[in-house]
């Protein structure tokens, strides 16, 4: 059974950094791209960052310059770096699987809440 | 950016009665490798997103077939053919043929 557990949400100010992290199970990790979606408080789904198997990464126009995917196979982790926090980065973030062959997020993590205020 | 347009925003329905969501997106799905990355999701208040639907109608592992998609290029339908009190939730279609991913605005199903 797949499972993604994701950590490293909190409360943070405007300009602050905050690293998410997403451990996965249930899968051979390292085969397959990953994705970063979030949801802020009451609205919908807002796609932010996938990193391929092979590493290749790709940002929304909103995180770009700002946020850094990665991955560490060995850990079979995703991570999610956050620099110059603002507040419109308020929301839970999801860390969501891809099929072997791509084109959809099959399976979604509980996500982890980020909270940017002073 | 590929805009998703999901219609009606909210969609009031009897138990046991057909339900049907309709998105329209602003260019072709298509993917060079002839796939249309077109799903659909679920979200049931307070949980994570679910997969039900990918590649405009194939059912994802679990999903009732109740659930059905249908469509090509840029207009797609979500059908639930007979709601039941846990389809409940909000509906998202979304796109994977092009980067940046994007989702429409949701759909959100309630019980009349």
């Known amino acids: 059974e797949v499972q993604l557990v994701e950590s490293g949400g909190g409360l943070v100010q405007p300009g602050e950094s905050l690293r998410l992290s997403c451990v996965a199970s249930g899968f051979i990790f390292r085969n397959y791209a990953m994705n970063w979606v979030r949801q802020a408080p009451g609205k919908g789904l807002e796609w932010v960052s996938v990193i391929s198997s092979g590493g290749y990464t790709d940002y929304a126009d909103s995180v770009k310059g700002r946020f850094t995917i990665s991955r560490d196979n060995s850990e079979n982790t995703l991570y999610l770096q956050m620099n110059s926090l603002r507040a419109e980065d308020t929301a839970v973030y999801y860390c969501a699987k891809e099929p072997l062959g791509g084109g959809v997020t099959e399976d979604w993590g509980q996500g982890t809440l980020v909270t940017v205020s002073s | 950016d590929i805009v998703m347009t999901q219609t009606p925003l909210s969609s009031p329905v009897t138990l046991g009665q057909p339900a049907s969501i309709s998105c329209r997106s602003s260019q072709s799905l298509v993917h060079s490798d002839g796939n249309t990355y077109l799903s659909w999701l679920q979200q049931r208040p307070g949980q994570p997103p679910r997969l039900l639907i990918y590649?405009?109608?194939d059912r994802f592992s679990g999903v009732p077939d109740r659930f059905s998609g249908s469509g090509a290029g840029t207009d797609f339908t979500l059908k639930i053919s007979r709601v039941e009190a846990e389809d409940v939730g909000v509906y998202y279609c979304t796109q994977a043929s092009q980067f940046p991913y994007t989702f429409g605005q949701g759909t959100k199903l309630e019980i009349k």
């Open positions: 590649k405009i109608s």
